[in-house]
């Protein structure tokens, strides 16, 4: 399995040094925040040049406060400044709350601005775009810098239209809080239809993980540290197509032999890279320590 961890630290330092932990482990990936460091592509920059194969991804970079030419060159620059091939650009819409609380930006038509945005987004990447839409424009005219290396991007995606342009269009999807039954039915068929003729795209799907013996208790952690995904409409929604109460349902809870096989079903449904966000159960120290050990030794590349 290709499996990934919840990048972050209280500094940078400690960015790079989960980094550099993490490959040493045989983790195949890492994927932060949009808020990780304030920024994480800066923190993506350093600890690449601190590490030569694990993956560095978005998980995800928001769309609306960044105007795709910019996203493309930020990206560009931080993949020149790893000096390698592994930056992985995760972006997506985010929430009405966010986006209008926060910014002060229109939410009213977010399957319309994310289809324009990743329209623009990869043209850029590939080194030149000259779109012009309902919401946003592009004309590059020579002003972006094609990268060295190609660079991914995945598309935060569960409803329909944006599953049909992450495949038309972008290298595949990152998803969170899709479980077995939500990917099976959901999210697999309709990404995988919309990318016919094209490579296949990638499925990266997002959880809480514990590896705890006493389930119940794990998944009472989980109602609580998890619990305002459920509060949120595209949550609230994938959550509801996996038929899961909250949260609490969606996460990986239970011993070695059990969370293996919970993640055998991701996979068994489509995924094709496992994105986990290990929790504490209990003891801080000790649950963490249990759990990326059980996904450190099932972890391939």
């Not at 045989?26 to 601190?50: C, E, N, T």
């Not at 000259?130 to 995945?154: C, M, N, W, Y």
Request: charged share 20%.
């Amino acid at each position: 399995m290709r499996i990934g961890i919840t990048g972050g630290g209280a500094t940078v330092d400690r960015i790079v040094e989960q980094a550099i932990g993490a490959e040493r482990d045989g983790f195949s990936s890492i994927w932060y925040a949009s808020a990780v460091a304030g920024d994480p592509l800066v923190a993506i920059a350093l600890a690449g040049r601190a590490t030569t194969t694990i993956e560095l991804g978005t998980a995800v970079l928001q769309t609306y406060p960044t105007h795709p030419l910019l996203m493309a060159s930020r990206a560009t620059s931080v993949a020149a400044a790893m000096g390698r091939a592994g930056l992985t650009l995760g972006v997506g819409p985010s929430h009405q709350p966010v986006i209008e609380g926060v910014y002060g930006l229109s939410y009213a038509r977010p399957g319309q601005h994310t289809e324009e945005y990743t329209r623009i987004l990869v043209g850029a990447l590939m080194g030149e775009v000259d779109f012009k839409g309902d919401l946003l424009e592009a004309h590059s005219a020579g002003r972006v810098t094609r990268p060295d290396q190609p660079i991914p991007v995945l598309l935060s995606a569960l409803a329909p239209r944006l599953l049909r342009v992450a495949g038309e269009l972008a290298n595949g999807t990152i998803t969170w809080m899709a479980n077995a039954r939500a990917l099976e039915r959901h999210v697999v068929p309709r990404i995988v239809a919309a990318a016919a003729g094209r490579e296949a795209p990638r499925i990266v799907v997002g959880l809480p993980v514990a590896v705890h013996d006493d389930v119940e208790e794990g998944r009472a952690a989980a109602a609580q540290q998890f619990a305002m995904y459920g509060t949120l409409p595209n949550y609230r929604r994938i959550l509801d197509i996996g038929g899961a109460a909250g949260p609490a349902d969606a996460a990986i809870v239970g011993d070695e032999a059990s969370v293996t096989a919970q993640l055998q079903e991701l996979i068994d449904a489509g995924a094709t890279d496992i994105w986990t966000a290990p929790f504490p159960v209990g003891d801080r120290a000790q649950s963490r320590a249990r759990t990326l050990a059980l996904l450190a030794s099932l972890s391939t590349p």
